[in-house]
């Protein structure tokens, strides 16, 4: 069996991506001293500002622009993989991406996620300003033996995502990492923890959330073994997590609860 020691880093990204590259180079540092081979951040760690609007594609960059090879120096000088969340430009003037970027520790771009779930619920439109993700995306990739799912925010929400992440039939990924900026509100924090752990416990998956912290996001960061129990976990300030997936913990999970194995039903991208 294999394990993975994954840090998550909780902050609240500002409106300059120099200053955001700094807190991930520090993150980064910190985790690598404590043991970690993988550090996950925020959704929206390049350039955040409360309001999703014409800034965001204003601020956008390609995945060869400075942010990203920021990141990849990061990667190399410290020696950790990433999973960031970054605006990268799309395709037309007037809109951009929302996109997970994953990073070996040799600076090399392993795998990208573009959000396929736009929020448009309690009162915000990502779709006005945000390109849709292709849902025929299966962004899994391997990582010191260990398969690792990329998904963000609002499609927790869609449990047909992490479903197709964990079976073996499609990616077989023996964590799924959420980074998110889950917005505050009534229940907000509630619904946050309860479909992580939902995810986790239906999937018999390694669950790694990861959120901003406030004054927009709930923070509440947690890691979640296959059954569904926090093994790590933060509150709403800004700090690291740092927990350690172990796949013999899902094996001995499966064998018991086998349900995986048990399903009548598959799931497939809609057109």
């Known amino acids: 069996m294999t394990t993975l020691t994954i840090a998550a880093a909780q902050f609240a990204p500002v409106d300059d991506p120099a200053a955001n590259l700094e807190t991930v ?14 550090l996950v951040t925020p959704e929206y760690t390049s350039y955040f500002t409360p309001e999703i609007d014409d800034r965001f594609v204003a601020a956008a960059q390609p995945l060869d622009g400075p942010f990203v090879t920021g990141l990849r120096r990061i990667a190399r000088s410290t020696g950790i993989a990433l999973v960031v969340g970054v605006a990268e430009a799309g395709e037309t003037a007037d809109r951009f991406r929302n996109t997970l970027v994953a990073i070996a520790p040799d600076g090399s771009l392993v795998s990208t996620y573009r959000k396929v779930h736009l929020y448009d619920a309690f009162g915000s439109r990502e779709s006005d300003h945000i390109e849709p993700g292709d849902p025929e995306q299966l962004p899994v990739f391997t990582f010191d033996g260990v398969r690792v799912g990329l998904e963000t925010c609002y499609d927790l929400r869609f449990p047909e995502v992490t479903r197709r992440l964990a079976t073996p039939e499609h990616g077989a ?35 790694l959330g990861v959120g901003q912290a406030p004054p927009v996001g709930v923070g509440g960061s947690v890691a979640l073994d296959p059954t569904g ?43």
């Open 173 to 207: 990924a023996d964590v799924v990492v959420v980074p998110a900026e889950w917005v505050r509100g009534p229940g907000k924090e509630h619904h946050w923890r309860t479909l992580l752990t939902a995810r986790a416990i239906e999937n018999t998956v390694w669950v």
């Open 25 to 38: 180079r520090a993150a980064a540092i910190d985790a690598v001293a404590r043991g970690a081979r993988l």
């Open 229 to 271: 129990t926090a093994v790590a976990a933060l509150g709403a300030e800004p700090g690291l997590l740092v927990t350690t997936v172990d796949t013999a913990v899902t094996e001995r999970v499966r064998t018991v609860n086998p349900s995986l194995s048990l399903r009548r039903y598959d799931v497939r991208a809609r057109g």
